[in-house]
């Protein structure tokens, strides 16, 4: 009975797997192919973000840039190669984290995202995303992901302090072009990655959010 009890859990498991992997792969498509905003107009490719549907950690940075618009990925330019060194600090690989932004499409000029796009970027997948993979950490990279969770503080402030909202540890952190634009900042992200594996192990002892809980609603003010 325990091996009949423990097959059957396992193939209960496995379905889950299956369906939680085939809806975000429906809204991937569903990016593909978005033109709810103006955004669409100008883009080569979205990008609906990338990783496995059981990480226990996401990652929001702010919009696709150059060369994530030619790949259709998120972070493979100069940030995300940083990024890939800041993981490192932690003991993460690229393939262990889910990697998202708060926009699916780059802005003309890389400017920065508006209030409208955001707001129908996030309800429309980002939260849907999150909502399914069910992370146990967020980590916000920048201002704009940040303002999501806490949109009355400031990233200067408060990066790399983990903060509890409906269940998730949402760490907020500079994004990585900051430490690439401005040096100063780079000793303050690495040291807020570094405590990252200390930020996850505190995850574990916190009550983990059903599949069904919301994300907050978005607060428009304080984006800018």
Known sequence: MIVAGSSQWLYYLERCRSVASD???????????????????GRVKAVPGEGPIDAKIVFIGEGPGYHEDRQGRPFVGPSGKFLDELLALAGLQRQDVFIGNVIKCRPPQNRDPLPDEIDICTRTYLFRQIEIINPRVIVTLGRFSMSLYLPKERISRIHGQPRMINGRLIVPMLHPAAALHQPQNRPLIEADFRRLPEIMAQSEHTEQPGADDAEPPMEQLSLF
Do not use: D, R, S, Y
Request: proline share 5%; glycine share 0%.
């Open 23 to 41: 809806e975000l792969q429906k809204i991937a498509q569903e990016v593909h192919t978005c033109k709810l905003c103006p955004l669409h107009q």
